[in-house]
């Protein structure tokens, strides 16, 4: 049975989990680290927008910013889990783990 996402934390030990479910939430976590850096593209191309145009400057470029640092912050994270869940998969596929 694949890991509950609701449930999946930093402390999750990846070793105990099979490699089936450790494949299913290392695909998980890629999707959320691509969905980041489409949202960071995005709120990029906001704020160079909202700096070209002239006027207000603090929603269309303060805010984007602090949007992204959010993002590259939850975007660590995830790489630190997906470094994790990398070596637990290739450990198992070295002893020929279940």
């Known amino acids: ?47 160079v927008y909202g700096a070209t145009r002239g006027g207000s400057w603090f929603l269309p470029v303060i805010l984007p910013l602090l949007l992204i640092a959010g993002l590259v912050k939850g975007s660590l994270g995830i790489r630190n889990r997906l470094t994790d869940i990398g070596s637990a998969i290739r450990t198992k596929g070295s002893d020929g783990g279940s």
Do not use: C, F, H, W
């Not at 089936?20 to 980041?36: D, P, Y």
């Open 1 to 47: 049975m694949p890991p509950n996402p609701e449930t999946m934390s930093d402390t999750v030990d990846y070793t105990r989990l099979s490699k089936a479910e450790l494949q299913a939430e290392e695909k998980r976590l890629k999707k959320k680290e691509l969905t980041s850096a489409v949202l960071i593209g995005v709120l990029i191309g906001v704020m």
